[in-house]
């Protein structure tokens, strides 16, 4: 038996990553889809983060969807964990793994092994960074760490106060180390113009509005996530949230939230555009033809 196969989805929110791996899996007759994506693992948040549906699956299976509450953190090793664990018991079905999602750092986490520094959570200190702005917080980590600090989304509050407490306890985020995944590699990137992503992206804002996002956030809440855990989970929620709370009005809502998720969008594909595995495709046709030459059936 050969070595071991592993096809990878990549590309920015709203590019048709998802369409795209159902397609690959249908065809090849053996994949099976393990999502990458930092917000489809939990529970409850469907709309809000495009979680693809039992009829848009098409009986394909999906793992690493709905798998931890909303109200608890569900870490990148945690992830790591449960996708590498996932990834072997497709394999030992004999069927063909498939990671799909735009969560650059999930994607690495798994493909590259990075190993993950073990500190845990530090309380008192997270209670006390939580109280500032992330600007302060992406600044404080440029004092402590520089080279963390250039590497991070300084728009994510939640990376950065992590990253401060890794910095606190061992004195900086330590380098990365590495074990990668034992396999063949088959990276396909979806690429769309700025102009055709922002039509996309507010095309399917429209679209999640009309399916009750906003109810969705309502139901959330009422079970028991708070309006602080929304503003971690950043774009849909923390502007849907701060609409509920009559934080902003509604055309400002739509307004700064698409410019949000396209801002966001550019920092994923800057992640995506470092690693040089990847192979942007055009259309259909040629990640089909690429795919089925990776399988060996050319």
């Not at 790591?80 to 063909?96: A, G, P, Y």
Request: charged share 35%; aromatic share 6%; proline share 5%.
């Amino acid at each position: 038996m050969g070595r071991k196969k592993l096809i990878v989805v990549v590309g920015p929110t709203a590019s048709g990553k998802s369409d795209l791996a159902v397609e690959l899996a249908l065809q090849l007759g053996s994949g099976q889809i393990i999502s990458a994506d930092s917000r489809q693992v939990y529970k409850g948040m469907d709309i809000g983060t495009g979680k693809i549906t039992k009829r848009e699956m098409k009986g394909i299976p999906h793992l690493l969807l709905d798998v931890a509450s909303p109200k608890r953190v569900f870490t990148v090793a945690n992830y790591q964990k449960r996708t590498e664990r996932e990834i072997q018991r497709v394999w030992s079905k004999n069927k063909l793994p498939i990671l799909c999602g735009g969560t650059g750092l999930y994607i690495r986490a798994v493909v590259d092994g990075i190993v993950l520094p073990e500190v845990k959570p530090n309380p008192a200190l997270r209670k006390y960074l939580e109280k500032m702005h992330r600007d302060k917080l992406y600044a404080l980590l440029k004092k402590k760490d520089p080279t963390r600090a250039r590497s991070i989304d300084p728009k994510n509050p939640h990376r950065l106060v992590r990253a401060l407490e890794i910095a606190e306890e061992l004195g900086r985020v330590p380098p990365l180390s590495f074990a990668p995944l034992d396999a063949d590699i088959l990276f396909l990137g979806i690429k769309k113009e700025t102009g055709e992503l922002k039509k996309l992206i507010q095309v399917r804002l429209k679209k999640r509005l009309r399916s009750g996002m906003l109810k969705e956030i309502e139901r959330l809440h009422k079970n028991g996530v708070s309006w602080k855990r929304m503003e971690e989970f950043g774009l849909e929620y923390r502007y849907g949230a701060r609409l509920l709370q009559g934080k902003i009005k509604r055309e400002e809502f739509e307004e700064k939230l698409t410019k949000e998720i396209l801002d966001y969008s550019k920092r994923q594909m800057t992640w995506f555009k470092r690693d040089p595995r990847i192979h942007w495709i055009s259309d259909r046709q040629e990640a089909m033809k690429l795919t089925q030459k990776f399988v060996g059936r050319v």
